[in-house]
Every structure is written in C-alpha cells, then in structure tokens.
C-alpha cells in the first residue's frame, strides 16, 4: 500500500486559471492530490454530481478567492457546498484585501480566509500544503469501505459527534468513561444536558471515572481535576428526586484511567462508541486517536468487546461518590 496522501479539491475562475495551474504544480510537487475540474460543464440549478462528490472525498478545499471567483454563481456554490461537508477543511485564499472587503459575511463568520499573491506566494504555498497534511490527520475513513471505522484526534469536534449533538441523540442510555471526564464537568451546558436528559427524558446516564490513587502518580493535575469533577457530579445528583436520582449514577475504578470512551445507547442495534485509548497519551499525546465504532456497520463483537470491559468496572471494586467526597 502507497503512502496515504492528502486530496485537495482546488476551486477557482476559468479567469484565474494560469495562477491556479502554477499553484497546482507546485501542491504537486509536495505531494498533494489535487483535483481541479477541468470540464467547465455546468447544467440546471445545482452542481454536477461528479464535483459534488469530488468535494466531499476531499480531505482539503482550497479556494482561490478573487473578485472572479466572487461573481462566478458555480464558484460560489462550489465553497458553500464544501461548508456543509463533513470533515473537509476549508482554506479560502483571497489575491487581495480588496477581495477580502467583498467576501459575503455569513462565509467571513464561518471561515478564516488567508491571502496568496505574488508578494507572498511562496509562504503561502507552503502554508496551504502544510494545512493539507494537517487535514490528513483531523478526521478520516481508515479503511475505504462499508464497514469502516471513522478516526481522528478531532472526532467530537466534528459536525454530528458534539457533545450537545451526542446528549441529544442519546435515547435510552449514555455512558461517560474517563480519568476524570474534565471536558464535560467543566462545561455548564454539557452538566445541563446531562442533568436534563434524566430529568426530562428519563435517560440512564452512567459516569465512570478513575480514582485518586491511580491518578496521582502519573498525573497529579489530573487527580485535582477528578477532585472538582466529583463535586460537580454531587452538585448533578442532588438537583435530582426520587426516581430521576435512581438514573444517575457514578463509578470510580481504577481502570478508567487508561481509556476515555462514550457509549451512546449501547444496548440498541443503533449503538455508538467513542473509545480513545490513553495508557500512553502521558507520553505521546500526538498519537492519540479516537474511534468511533458504530453497531450498525461494525462488528458487533468489537462493540461488545469494550463496552463489557467498561461496564466491569461499575461493579464491585468500584468506589463510590460517597467515598470520593470523603478521600
């Protein structure tokens, strides 16, 4: 197998095509897939199927932004359309402050736009090769087929894996495993979300973190944070009565220190996880990866393999919050 190398969908004006054409060799030559539509066939109201698909199996969407491009009704739909796709990274270029000041501001609002003009080509031309790397590694179909696992270190910063977008779907069931689950307990929307999927949706909501004796030794920062997440989830609990109470619950064991996984109604044939090993982020941070395996195109033996290793550490061996609050 040949190296993975990144697909940049370039878009522009038949008018720029000379710049464009230079640009393009030079992304060539660092050894980027670039695709640039050469057929200048565009019929009826949308774009043509081939360019559509061309755009959202980019891992890349370079924009040669000019004032061209900007009155072109197909260059325009071509970035909007690239907007709404998921994992495809935009990068706009504009050939002048001039063109900046004319961009609509509802694509100002959602993008930043960079600048590429003879005084500055070489930078910049690299910068756009670099950001086609970068987008390499965000988010990506592993294995190009039916059943693939989507990875990348930026899964729940992706359009659908947000943790509002996750709260939201849960329907019976979300489990939170972690060290110390700081990125939810931290935030007060997400507490919310989790406090008013069990009030108003009678949702099962199961948070297993790791506990201070496990933390301390290769993170202490990390035990602190443990520390305010378990006032958090006390502070969670007791804003619930009676049968909402019994839907929360909370575990500490000490295995929750080596993964972080996100279980989305996992008893349904719809189930989704979201499993990052971490034994050695301590060490390797850049090499974290998270996995999202789901039920309805993975092998169910990998779901239920993590998801019966997580559920052993709710049982038995588990600290409770009442233990916590009192260590």
């Known amino acids: 197998m040949g190296t993975l190398r990144p697909r940049v969908f370039v878009s522009y004006s038949r008018r720029n095509e000379e710049f464009v054409r230079r640009l393009r060799a030079d992304l060539f030559n660092s050894e980027l897939d670039c695709w640039i539509d050469a057929s200048d066939i565009q019929v ?33 739909a071509e970035i909007r359309y690239a907007l709404h796709s998921a994992r495809v990274t935009l990068a706009p270029y504009v050939d002048s402050q001039e063109t900046l000041d004319a961009v609509p501001s509802d694509l100002l609002d959602e993008v930043a736009f960079g600048r590429i003009a003879e005084d500055n080509y070489l930078r910049s031309a690299l ?11 965000e988010s990506q179909l592993l294995v190009s087929a039916h ?5 990348g270190p930026a899964i729940f910063d992706s359009g659908g894996y947000s943790r509002a977008e996750l709260i939201d779907r849960a329907q019976e069931e979300l489990i939170l495993a972690g060290p110390n689950l700081r990125s939810w307990m931290s935030d007060d929307d997400s507490k919310q979300g989790l406090v008013d999927l069990v009030r108003r949706r009678h949702v099962r909501v199961t948070l297993i973190l790791a506990t201070y004796e496990t933390l301390r030794p290769v993170s202490p920062e990390g035990a602190i944070h443990l520390r305010e997440s378990v006032k958090d ?27 972080s ?20 982020i301590q060490f390797l941070p850049q090499d974290r990866l998270t996995c999202v395996i789901d039920k309805t195109i993975n092998s169910p033996d990998l779901f239920k393999s993590v998801y019966n290793g997580v559920l052993l550490m709710t049982q038995g061996d588990a600290k409770t919050l009442e233990e916590m609050l009192a260590g």
């Open 44 to 76: 009826g109201q949308r774009l043509n199927p081939a360019i559509e698909s061309a755009i959202a199996g980019s891992n890349l969407f370079f924009a040669y932004v000019t004032d061209d491009f900007l009155r072109s009704r197909w260059c325009m």
């Open 127 to 137: 910068e756009i090769a670099g950001r086609a790397w970068s987008s390499l590694q």
């Open 147 to 151: 059943d693939h696992i989507l990875a």
């Open 233 to 259: 989830i006390s502070a969670m609990m007791a804003s619930l009565d009676g049968p909402e109470r019994r839907l929360m619950s909370a575990h500490f064991h000490v295995g929750a220190s080596t993964l």
């Open 261 to 280: 996984a996100v279980f989305v109604d996992p008893r349904s044939p719809r189930g989704l996880l979201f499993f990052s090993p971490r034994w050695a």
